[in-house]
């Protein structure tokens, strides 16, 4: 994310020079008009960037609507195969033995099928795990500290006792706004922004906070209401009109 953020920055300031060398282009036309102006909007500082018809045709501004999207994703946590904990059900299975925050035990889903991967080679290895099922609270040694939690994996996978393994859990899905994360601006502080437009050829900046990427999409915390108009391209532009540049 740190990285997201130096880069989203830069691309802040070159896209706004960029659009400063059009700008200085076009007003060698004589018959060139403004490619933008601001409008103040009463109680913000922000203010609204009105494009140009041929602006907006230069730049090839694109837009798509906030959307709410199903979010699931996993987390993984480090474990160990151990002996049969107390009160485990006697069988042909072997034991995995995890801690967990209170944090994290909050958003895990309890009946989903956890995964288990051997650790060896990294995070995840090739291998393509193994299913595990989450034990009750009530499994578990009296020893154990707050958090912990057992899985169960057949003794065909082959694991033995004090094997360091990963844990693959999914978390309990939510609906969560979503936009893609070409939309997302970030400023040279970087606090994340949206461009996002009612009306054509005005564009005004939203903050957003964005809570994870996943793939080409931003699932926000806080953000535009659903089927507000993000912009996908023109947003770095867009900033450099804002900042004075190329208008």
Same mark, same amino acid.
């Given at each position: 994310?740190?990285?997201?953020?130096?880069?989203?920055?830069?691309?802040?300031?070159?896209?706004?020079?960029?659009?400063?060398?059009?700008?200085?282009?076009?007003?060698?036309?004589?018959?060139?008009?403004?490619?933008?102006?601001?409008?103040?909007?009463?109680?913000?500082?922000?203010?609204?960037?009105?494009?140009?018809?041929?602006?907006?045709?230069?730049?090839?501004?694109?837009?798509?609507?906030? *959307?709410? $999207? !199903?979010?699931? %994703?996993?987390?993984?946590?480090?474990?160990? &195969? #151990?002996?049969? =904990?107390? +009160?485990?059900?006697?069988?042909?299975?072997?034991?995995?033995?995890?801690?967990?925050?209170?944090?994290?035990?909050?958003?895990?889903?309890?009946?989903?099928?956890?995964?288990?991967?051997?650790?060896?080679?990294?995070?995840?290895?090739?291998?393509?795990?193994?299913?595990?099922?989450?034990?009750?609270?009530?499994?578990?040694?009296?020893?154990?500290?707050?958090?912990?939690?057992?899985?169960?994996?057949?003794?065909?996978?082959?694991?033995?006792?004090?094997?360091?393994?990963?844990?693959?859990? *999914?978390? $309990? !899905?939510?609906? %969560?706004?979503?936009?893609?994360?070409?939309? &997302? #601006?970030?400023? =040279?502080? +970087?606090?994340?922004?949206?461009?996002?437009?009612?009306?054509?050829?005005?564009?005004?900046?939203?903050?957003?906070?964005?809570?994870?990427?996943?793939?080409?999409?931003?699932?926000?915390?806080?953000?535009?209401?659903?089927?507000?108009?993000?912009?996908?391209?023109?947003?770095?532009?867009?900033?450099?009109?804002?900042?004075?540049?190329?208008?």
């Amino acid at each position: 994310m740190r990285a997201a953020r130096a880069q989203g920055a830069i691309a802040w300031a070159v896209g706004a020079l960029l659009l400063g060398a059009c700008g200085s282009a076009a007003a060698k036309s004589e018959s060139a008009v403004a490619a933008a102006t601001l409008e103040t909007i009463d109680g913000t500082e922000i203010p609204r960037v009105i494009l140009s018809e041929d602006a907006a045709r230069r730049l090839g501004v694109a837009t798509e609507p906030v *959307t709410i $999207e !199903t979010a699931s %994703r996993q987390r993984l946590i480090a474990a160990e &195969v #151990v002996g049969r =904990p107390t +009160g485990a059900p006697s069988g042909s299975s072997l034991w995995v033995r995890a801690t967990l925050a209170g944090s994290e035990l909050d958003g895990i889903d309890g009946d989903a099928t956890a995964v288990v991967y051997p650790a060896a080679g990294g995070p995840k290895s090739d291998s393509s795990g193994f299913a595990a099922r989450q034990a009750d609270s009530s499994v578990g040694e009296a020893a154990d500290p707050a958090g912990t939690r057992y899985f169960s994996v057949d003794r065909g996978s082959g694991l033995t006792l004090g094997t360091n393994v990963i844990v693959e859990l *999914t978390l $309990e !899905t939510t609906d %969560r706004l979503s936009m893609p994360y070409s939309a &997302v #601006v970030y400023d =040279p502080a +970087g606090r994340t922004w949206a461009y996002t437009t009612s009306e054509p050829l005005v564009y005004g900046r939203q903050s957003v906070t964005v809570d994870y990427i996943e793939g080409d999409w931003a699932f926000l915390l806080e953000g535009p209401t659903v089927g507000t108009l993000v912009v996908t391209v023109g947003s770095g532009e867009l900033s450099g009109f804002e900042n004075g540049i190329g208008r």
